[in-house]
């Protein structure tokens, strides 16, 4: 079976990717220390595949641990990197963190995956990219320079790093994957996300003040020039992105080396945070009070994905919509709620 290294494979997306290369015939070896994730992610995924996942709980920047990790399970196929932290504000007031972890893990990556001759890497990149878009829908060939974080800044940086080394080693096939809004959880309620402490990302701060958790749901600015007022994202179910990660590995087979692709992938659709509230609310039926607040800085007024280039070149597409995520996001809650007793 062909050995897929996944870093932060215990994460959100990077667990239900791990249930998809499984489903393929791959075998995900999980490099996660844990950090912004749990065990029971891997139990999940045990769950679901009727299989235990093997799992290291290693920093990806801690070099000597990496190289075991290859050494031991050489010849590695190619390597899924999720692992980086991804939060917008606290990248703002602690830049030097993101530097160090999402930009230094991957120079460390990289060295390592070139000492045992790995030459196929999927990195997982952001629409933060794009910054606000003039035009929209937004195509791979849009301006990507644009982030206005330093979270944003480092997948900017990352993603030119792997265009450089692309250019250096002949032999290395890269694909940078640009998530737009990833929501949901599996449909069989065994993994999905879990954050820690206070949720800064709309869906799981929709899921636990319905749970009642949190008293009431903020939304970030009625005034912005969108149909309704408030910001518009293209939110996709976590199980359509996972399954374009394995489509990406089997795609670049097929691709002459070297290669540095981009994809969007998102559902082509944009909907507001009014719609994805007033959605969860229909599909659930759990109230979810919420009011308006301020702006957040930071935030981009629209942003939706252009995603015919994925869709022909990769031949990937989704499957679910809005309503299936909110569904399985809100299922995977209740399964929450029900293990915390
Ligand atoms: C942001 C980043 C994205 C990154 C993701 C990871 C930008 C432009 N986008 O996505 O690249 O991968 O974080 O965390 O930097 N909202 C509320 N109330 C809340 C929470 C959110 O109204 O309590 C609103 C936000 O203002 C936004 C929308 O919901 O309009 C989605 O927010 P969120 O889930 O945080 O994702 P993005 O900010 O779009």
Redesign the pocket.
């Known amino acids: 079976m062909k050995k897929v290294i996944v870093t932060g494979g215990a994460g959100f997306i990077g667990s239900h990717t791990c249930v998809e290369l499984v489903a393929a015939g791959y075998e995900p070896v999980i490099v996660d220390d844990l950090r912004n994730s749990e065990e029971r992610a891997l139990e999940g995924i045990a769950k679901i595949t009727g299989r235990v996942p093997l799992g290291y709980r290693i920093d990806c920047n801690d070099e000597g641990g990496m190289e075991r990790v290859f050494a031991e399970h050489a010849p590695v196929h190619g390597v899924i990197h999720f692992a980086a932290d991804?939060?917008?504000g606290e990248s703002v007031a602690d830049p030097l963190k993101y530097y160090h972890n999402n930009i230094g893990s991957l120079a460390i990556l990289l060295r390592v995956m070139a000492r045992h001759g790995v030459k196929r890497i999927v990195f997982s990149s952001?629409?933060?990219v794009y910054g606000q878009p003039e035009k929209m829908p937004v195509t791979e060939t849009s301006p990507d320079r644009n982030a206005?974080?330093p979270?944003?800044y480092t997948k900017v940086v990352c993603e030119q790093m792997l265009r450089d080394l692309s250019h250096a080693d002949p032999l290395l096939k890269a694909v940078l994957l640009r998530?737009f809004?990833p929501i949901g959880a599996h449909p069989s309620a065994h993994i999905g996300e879990l954050p820690r402490g206070v949720p800064?990302?709309?869906?799981p701060?929709v899921t636990q003040t319905a749970a009642g958790q949190r008293e009431v749901?903020?939304?970030?600015?009625n005034d912005y020039p969108t149909p309704d007022g408030?910001?518009v994202?293209d939110y996709i179910h976590v199980v359509d992105l996972a399954r374009a990660h394995v489509m990406a590995l089997d795609w670049m087979e097929k691709q002459a080396a070297p290669l540095c692709e981009v994809f969007n992938l998102g559902t082509g659709k944009g909907n507001s945070?009014l719609e994805v509230v007033k959605t969860f609310v229909e599909v659930n039926g759990v109230p979810v009070p919420h009011r308006f607040g301020p702006r957040?800085a930071?935030?981009?007024v629209s942003?939706w994905a252009d995603v015919r280039k994925s869709r022909d070149e990769l031949g990937w597409s989704c499957k679910l919509d809005l309503k299936d995520a909110l569904r399985d996001a809100w299922r995977w809650q209740k399964g929450l709620e029900r293990a915390a007793g």
């Open positions: 991804k939060a917008v952001s629409c933060t206005s974080s979270y944003g998530y809004n800064t990302n709309l869906v701060y749901l903020t939304i970030n600015g408030t910001n994202r945070v957040r930071g935030d981009v942003i």
